[in-house]
């Protein structure tokens, strides 16, 4: 039996999908413009010029220009948190899983909504979402400590001041993010591993 | 022959050191204002009212926020240019010259004035100004790098991409300036040996 011949009308399932691109086409537009110029000197209209649509489309997926920065926060942060769940789960030595950790969380500071994190300062979001996303920073950073108290348990990591150990890991990536340009020399991948090569060697167990 | 009585009047000497020490007082208010309260929502009432002076004082000392700005970047790169500077000079192994520039580095960048330059963006700076600083970090940028290049050519450091390396070590010192705290658990001494012991580890040759 042939298929019955593609409808012109949308179905719900359609129109969901169609939305939820658009909504993701919104948030990077406006990711791109905070990290470029500025959140304080960027306009709805900026992100909307670069869609080649009017401000009120733009308001039809992120009510104001705090709330679209909101939302790439808590991408940035969704993903991180992802990526350093993964290394709490495996089952490989530490050191495999400090590299492991610091390529996901350098491949994430360094993408779109993980450089918004680290350029665009977290005071214009409203107190109690910045008190949640800081959550989630300080969750991430308990990681990475955990990976760094497994090596010097399991004898794969030199025994380290596990906070400065961490800060210092997670403060050069985020310097990274800071002046990572697309257009440069090297990819994030390429950097990441540089980091996680760098480290992994600093607490190498003598 | 007994000393003179000491005259109530103060020497030109005298007034010209006062003025220095009234100059400095000022910078270093302005210096804090803006790291805790970030440039822009930092008054030149603020900065006066921590000396316990009026506004017009303070003019006297620098004609506009913007100024004082300046003179706090100024503070901060001039003392990251003369630490990196000693380092080029120095006879010893690139390896020891490699940990004294950190710690030196790391000092500087956790002062008062350093953490001025990581806190406050600098394009609220005069284009001129801004390209004259923007030297500076690259000066103090090339020395890490040459250090670096000198520890793979006389073998007290594993050879490196330097540019990158370079990169991570200021990245992670400039970001424990964004997030040190004159009350936290650790001196900026603690704070630069533990960053130098770290990469000097990272670094060490095969």
Do not use: Q
Request: proline share 6%; net charge neutral; charged share 30%.
């Amino acid at each position: 039996m042939p298929a019955p011949p593609a409808s012109p009308w949308k179905t719900p399932d359609d129109r969901l999908k169609e939305r939820e691109i658009k909504r993701e086409a919104v948030l990077l537009a406006a990711a791109r413009a905070f990290n470029e110029r500025g959140f304080h000197n960027t306009a709805l209209e900026d992100v909307a010029a670069a869609l080649k649509v009017t401000k009120p489309t733009i308001y039809y997926y992120g009510e104001s220009k705090e709330a679209l920065l909101a939302a790439c926060y808590r991408r940035a942060l969704e993903t991180l948190d992802e990526v350093t769940r993964r290394s709490e789960g495996e089952v490989a030595d530490a050191r495999t899983r400090l590299h492991v950790l610091i390529v996901a969380y350098g491949e994430a500071i360094l993408s779109i909504y993980g450089r918004c994190l680290t350029r665009v300062p977290d005071n214009s979001l409203s107190p109690p979402l910045r008190k949640e996303l800081r959550a989630i920073k300080r969750t991430v950073d308990d990681r990475i400590r955990g990976v760094l108290l497994d090596g010097a348990r399991d004898g794969t990591l030199a025994p380290t001041d596990t906070k400065m150990t961490a800060f210092a890991i997670a403060g050069a990536l985020n310097a990274a993010a800071l002046w990572f340009e697309e257009a440069g020399p090297s990819s994030p991948r390429e950097i990441s591993e540089h980091y996680a090569d760098l480290f992994v060697a600093a607490l190498k167990p003598a």
